[in-house]
């Protein structure tokens, strides 16, 4: 593949922020432990007084991914995304008090738009929101949540997971095609969005 193609879809979807002070942290659905590790980590170096993990499950599977848990530390068995989330927070020092909570949500739009809901049914104002997700996924996931946090500035603080990296995506196949995946997501999901 051409090195600018490469470069500019890298520039595209391995989108990342510098942490900052923040009112919340934000965490799409995942069974990728270390994206909430993440989460943890700025949580307990004072980032912000909340972390938000948000979904239930992926509708194909109709239940959590348990087969999908990649660090033998945190298995168990887990209803929601949400609740393998917290279990990990909490392991990682956050507190159960600072821990929302929003386990409806099916997929990354709906993550961001349920996501929204709570912090406003709680009366919590996110002026600036911290975006942990996985690296090949922080293109799209900024964008579903920027459709529904419009007033909110959003630092993307993404965590490389299943060996796809901004370096070297484009070498191996199954990484090039989650990557590619993403492009094309992007696409799809905003295809109607205009806002």
Known sequence: MNQRVIRDISEFIFMSDAPQKSDVILIPGTSQSAVTETAARLYCAGY?????PSGMYSPKR????AEKID?????????????????????NGVPESAILREDRSTHTGE????????LKEL???????ILCCQAFHARRAFM????????????VVPTDTQGIAREDWYLQENSYRRVMSEVYKCGE??????G
């Open 62 to 65: 109709g239940k959590f991914a």
């Open 48 to 52: 912000a007084g909340y972390v938000l």
């Open 111 to 118: 993550n961001a738009e349920f996501s929204a809901k709570v």
């Open 144 to 155: 579903s949540y920027a459709k529904f946090f419009p007033d909110t500035e959003i630092l």
């Open 123 to 129: 009366g919590i104002k996110a002026e600036k929101a």
């Open 189 to 194: 999901y905003f295809l109607e969005y205009q």
């Open 71 to 91: 660090n033998p530390r945190y298995a168990g068995g887990y209803d929601t995304d949400w609740a393998y989330c917290r279990h990990i927070l909490m392991a």
